[in-house]
């Protein structure tokens, strides 16, 4: 849990401080704490070479498979509220901004 809020809360910040809008901020958060494939070959050759142990291990990749698991969900979740457009005069939904129905 740790670890996961210390990914979201900077990359929050950051993106925002780039200017972007806050359920924008709020995705590109969520996809930095995406690691799947990419963690699983790391910890594959941490096991390997002595650097983690067996029980570490496991517990990472649980890790790995759990945050992975939760991105789609939690996208799917900071997608489908409301966007205030930038003069602020309407909300509109991100499908209704693609012109999906």
């Known amino acids: 849990m740790i670890a996961t809020l210390g990914k ?3 990359a929050y910040a ?3 401080l780039g200017g972007l809008r806050r359920q924008d901020a709020a995705t590109v958060a969520a996809l930095v704490d995406t690691r ?3 963690e699983l ?3 594959n050759a941490e096991l390997t070479s002595g650097i983690i142990g ?7 990749v649980l890790m ?7 991105t789609s ?5 900071l997608r489908s509220r409301p966007v ?3 003069d602020n005069r309407h909300a509109t939904t991100p499908s209704s901004q693609q012109g999906d129905s």
């Open 8 to 10: 979201l809360i900077p």
């Open 14 to 16: 950051a993106v925002r």
């Open 36 to 38: 799947g494939l990419s």
């Open 41 to 43: 070959i790391a910890l």
């Open 54 to 60: 067996r029980q570490h291990y496991t517990i990472f």
């Open 64 to 70: 790995a498979f759990a945050t992975t698991a939760l």
């Open 73 to 77: 969900p939690l996208l799917a979740l």
């Open 84 to 86: 205030t457009s930038p």
